[in-house]
């Protein structure tokens, strides 16, 4: 018979009363710079999967492509009063790409968008069906975002 003996608990140094009173998972100020923000990076749970397949979903995530798709129009027409040598067919060019990726867009490059995102997530309290915190993001930004490769 195999007896296992416990390993000896170390002691504990002494503490100052400001040690005992700090976050207890709060790193060290010489680390804090080296830290990323926290997130969330699991995969898709099947209660948020059930969520994007939803009907209200799909609906509201239409509807919002039409918003954007007009944005869209808007931005084209001031990037050729801005540049009258474009022309009419590079706004029908852009509107076929539209929506467009918004942080590829903000970064000087033209990008189809792919995936209605919420800037905050659901799970850290975003709105869900709030216009203010969603965006269309091509694929490669939304998974550079969401911390996928």
Known sequence: MIHHTPKPQRAKP???QSERNAKPNAAPPVLK?????KADF???TDEERK??????WRNFRQHHKDIQLAKDLRRASA????????G??????LISKAPLCEASFKAGVIEPATVLDHIRPIRQGGAVFQSENLQWLCEREHNRKSGRK
Not at 51 to 56: C, G, L, T, V
């Open 33 to 37: 710079r080296f830290q990323t923000p």
């Open 42 to 44: 699991r995969t898709t």
């Open 51 to 56: 969520f994007y397949q939803s009907r209200a």
């Open 14 to 16: 002494d503490e100052s």
């Open 88 to 93: 009419g067919d590079f706004t029908r060019w």
């Open 79 to 86: 990037l050729v009063e801005q540049n009258p040598q474009l």
